[in-house]
């Protein structure tokens, strides 16, 4: 994918933007025509509907709940290198991640994430959620299609939530996350939602402690009792829209309105590696954030299956204070 010159951010913005909110967006940078072949590619390769739903007694015969995302060698975004070629080598993305990660920096994890719309949900599911605040639908996927990552509305949460343990060759706390619009994205298509400067307390528990107050704003109030009030911002965007953030930075999304169609982006985990030793603007993001940056358990919401144990979703619910 080609950027279009006219939106490049410089690296300064990026990083300010970084220390500041959290966040970068860098908008509709990337080209459009090549964003929307891959999306149109990736539905016509696959047949999404209803169907990729496991029965209500499969799912009893044989919960499972982890190992049920994407992973090498079974990652649908994997059949699609051609597409993604151009976009992996953008110099102007390269530069700034470079320059924010090192030059080292790896891509630790890339794949689809697909928002389903409502009148897919079986029935029998979607009283299920009624009990319980399920945010990623892997488990109730038949197994063939678990090569991408599913949600129906996503609490407001930090992507270190993904990472608990780390690979020996990862940083702790030192990626990214890169999420790119392959079609747009309006305010009925599950936008992203984010609380900008919600990273400046570092790593917290999920779920996290959340009240939406009457002038719609959000309160956060960390681990420690820290408070911070921020204004939510929706991430709408055009085809081959892009947008940065740090690892403690909260975000979620809402339900599809849209009866019938889904959303499908791609989300990159970019990762300073522990061989470069080479100063970067993630240490300059990192040294002012105000708590941990890493915690060795990140969620308090599953029990030792896996399976959701809390039923508050923040972003769903609206609640006013």
Same mark, same amino acid.
């Given at each position: 994918?080609?950027?279009?010159?006219?939106?490049?951010?410089?690296?300064?913005?990026?990083?300010?933007?970084?220390?500041?909110?959290?966040?970068?967006?860098?908008?509709?940078?990337?080209? !459009?025509?090549?964003?929307?072949?891959?999306?149109?590619?990736?539905?016509?390769? !696959? =047949?999404?509907g209803p169907h990729m739903f496991l029965s209500e007694g499969a799912y009893r015969a044989s919960p499972q709940h982890f190992g049920v995302n994407p992973k090498p060698g079974f990652n649908y975004l994997e059949q699609f290198s051609k597409e993604l070629a151009s976009l992996e080598k953008d110099a102007y993305l390269i530069g700034i991640?470079?320059?924010?990660?090192?030059?080292?920096?790896?891509?630790?994890?890339?794949?689809?994430?697909?928002?389903?719309?409502?009148?897919?949900?079986?029935?029998?599911?979607?009283?299920?959620? &009624?009990?319980?605040?399920?945010?990623?639908?892997?488990?109730?996927?038949?197994?063939?299609?678990?090569?991408?990552?599913?949600?129906? #509305?996503?609490?407001?949460?930090?992507?270190?939530?993904?990472?608990?343990?780390?690979?020996?060759?990862?940083?702790?706390?030192?990626?990214?996350?890169?999420?790119?619009?392959?079609?747009?994205?309006?305010?009925?298509?599950?936008?992203?939602?984010?609380?900008?400067?919600?990273?400046?307390? #570092?790593?917290?528990?999920?779920?996290? !402690?959340?009240?939406?107050? +009457?002038? #719609?704003?959000?309160? @956060?109030?960390? =681990?420690?009792?820290?408070?911070? +009030?921020?204004?939510?911002?929706?991430?709408?965007?055009?085809?081959? @829209?892009?947008?940065?953030?740090?690892?403690?930075?909260?975000?979620?999304?809402? @339900?599809?309105?849209?009866?019938?169609?889904?959303?499908?982006?791609?989300?990159?985990?970019?990762?300073?590696?522990?061989?470069?030793?080479?100063?970067?603007?993630?240490?300059?993001?990192?040294?002012?954030?105000? #708590?941990?940056?890493?915690?060795?358990?990140?969620?308090? =919401?599953?029990? &030792?299956?896996?399976?959701?144990?809390?039923?508050?979703?923040?972003?769903? +619910? &609206?609640?006013?204070?």
């Amino acid at each position: 994918m080609i950027s279009i010159n006219a939106n490049k951010s410089s690296y300064e913005t990026v990083l300010d933007n970084l220390k500041n909110d959290g966040i970068h967006q860098f908008g509709s940078i990337l080209d !459009r025509a090549t964003a929307a072949n891959l999306y149109r590619t990736a539905i016509r390769k !696959r =047949d999404f509907g209803p169907h990729m739903f496991l029965s209500e007694g499969a799912y009893r015969a044989s919960p499972q709940h982890f190992g049920v995302n994407p992973k090498p060698g079974f990652n649908y975004l994997e059949q699609f290198s051609k597409e993604l070629a151009s976009l992996e080598k953008d110099a102007y993305l390269i530069g700034i991640i470079e320059r924010l990660l090192g030059a080292g920096y790896w891509v630790h994890n890339k794949k689809f994430v697909c928002g389903i719309p409502d009148s897919w949900i079986p029935d029998w599911l979607r009283k299920k959620m &009624q009990e319980a605040s399920i945010n990623n639908l892997g488990a109730y996927m038949r197994p063939e299609y678990r090569d991408i990552t599913y949600f129906h #509305g996503i609490d407001f949460h930090q992507d270190i939530i993904d990472w608990p343990s780390w690979p020996q060759d990862m940083k702790t706390h030192e990626f990214v996350t890169l999420y790119l619009y392959i079609h747009d994205v309006s305010a009925q298509d599950a936008p992203l939602i984010v609380l900008p400067r919600t990273h400046i307390y #570092g790593a917290n528990y999920f779920p996290h !402690r959340l009240t939406r107050l +009457e002038s #719609g704003m959000w309160k @956060y109030t960390d =681990d420690r009792d820290n408070t911070i +009030e921020s204004k939510p911002v929706v991430l709408t965007g055009e085809t081959g @829209y892009a947008a940065i953030w740090h690892p403690c930075f909260l975000h979620g999304t809402q @339900y599809i309105s849209d009866a019938t169609n889904m959303r499908l982006s791609l989300r990159y985990i970019l990762s300073r590696s522990k061989n470069t030793s080479e100063d970067a603007g993630i240490d300059e993001v990192n040294a002012l954030i105000e #708590g941990p940056l890493y915690l060795p358990n990140t969620r308090k =919401d599953l029990d &030792q299956s896996g399976k959701v144990i809390m039923n508050k979703n923040h972003i769903v +619910e &609206q609640s006013t204070e």
